[in-house]
């Protein structure tokens, strides 16, 4: 038996007010956002019958979830975060706005204030006994002209897949930096080779995907902002090849183009002894329309540039 009332004018009314739209104080945009999550909360829980332990259970959840600090993780792994990128993707398509390297997810992981260096930059702080990496490459326009003083915001996880600051056993900053392109337009980063991630096995959204019948796991990958004056700000990332969880990504963000092909190279190359992994990538941005396009969102992140 389903019963119906979240249509009814009592209950459209009482939502109304809920929302706060029954007066003039507050905010306009947030009063319309929050009636149709009411709206269609009360939808959902009529048309799939949700019982009250259902409903008591995710409230519970959403309690967890905070105090974890995992929304941000969850919303990558249900796949929204990937969704907000095929949805830009598409609105470039409509304003013809295409060309360059392909957008990918930023992931929760972000720590603004990395140490700015310019035209290369030691990115791990020589306590993780990883395979040395050798990253580098060129920001160039849809021209294929070289950037000079572009931003190559880049961070990634150590051989346990674990991010630093997230994991305090890592020193500050470690496997983050900021390089500026030098004069042709390159930056270099040693570093070492990551592994990929895995969501806490023991955290909320480990729990929900479990109940999905999902792994929580990311094919080894190296984060980037890439920005540079007149030019569309880039998030992106390079996801290993090789992985086995290349193209099996529990936050859907390896996209064709953003491959990053490993080589290795003899002992002594670049002067650093054992096997070397060498990755080249170059970055081509698109031009600005506009100011905000220069700039990433405003999405919270932790700390602050200096
Ligand atoms: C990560 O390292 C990541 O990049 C994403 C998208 C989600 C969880 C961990
Ligand atoms: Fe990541």
């Known amino acids: 038996m389903t019963v119906r009332i979240s249509h009814s004018a009592e209950v459209r009314s009482f939502f109304e007010h809920a929302a706060g739209l029954t007066h003039d104080q507050g905010n306009p945009r947030l ?15 009529e048309d799939l019958a949700i019982s009250d332990d259902e409903f008591w259970t995710a409230v519970d959840y959403l309690n967890r979830l905070g105090a974890r600090g995992e929304a941000g993780l969850l ?20 304003t013809g706005r ?14 603004a204030g990395a140490p700015l260096c310019e035209g290369e930059a030691r990115l791990d702080d020589g ?12 920001v160039l326009d849809l021209d294929g002209q070289p950037i000079a003083g572009a ?8 051989t346990r897949g674990l991010y630093s600051y997230f994991d305090p056993s890592q020193s500050e900053y470690n496997l983050r930096r900021r390089i500026r392109t030098d004069a042709q337009g390159r930056y270099r980063a040693r570093s070492i080779v990551p592994s990929g991630y895995g969501c806490p096995a023991d955290g ?37 090849s090789g992985d086995q969880y290349l193209w099996d990504d529990f936050a859907y963000a390896t996209r064709d ?13 670049h002067g650093i002894a054992g096997r070397i992994a060498e990755l080249n990538f170059d970055f081509r941005l698109q031009q600005a329309t506009s100011s905000d396009d220069e700039q990433r969102s405003l999405r919270p992140r932790a700390l602050q540039d200096h």
Request: charged share 20%; aromatic share 6%; net charge negative.
């Open 31 to 45: 009063k319309q956002i929050v009636l149709r999550i009411l709206q269609d909360s009360a939808k959902l829980i």
């Open 75 to 94: 919303v990558a792994g249900l796949g929204i975060e990937h969704f907000l990128d095929l949805l830009s993707d598409a609105r470039d398509q409509l």
């Open 98 to 111: 295409t060309g360059g390297t392909p957008r990918t997810i930023e992931g929760p992981l972000y720590v």
């Open 127 to 138: 306590l993780d006994p990883g395979t040395p990496m050798l990253l580098q490459g060129k």
């Open 151 to 158: 931003i190559v915001d880049v961070w990634h996880a150590n």
């Open 204 to 240: 909320p959204t480990q729990q929900c995907l479990d109940q999905l019948g999902r792994h929580g796991q990311r094919p080894a990958h190296i984060h980037f902002f890439i920005s540079a004056p007149g030019h569309r700000h880039l998030t992106t990332q390079i996801n290993l």
């Open 257 to 269: 183009g953003l491959i990053g092909e490993v080589t290795f190279a003899e002992d002594g190359a």
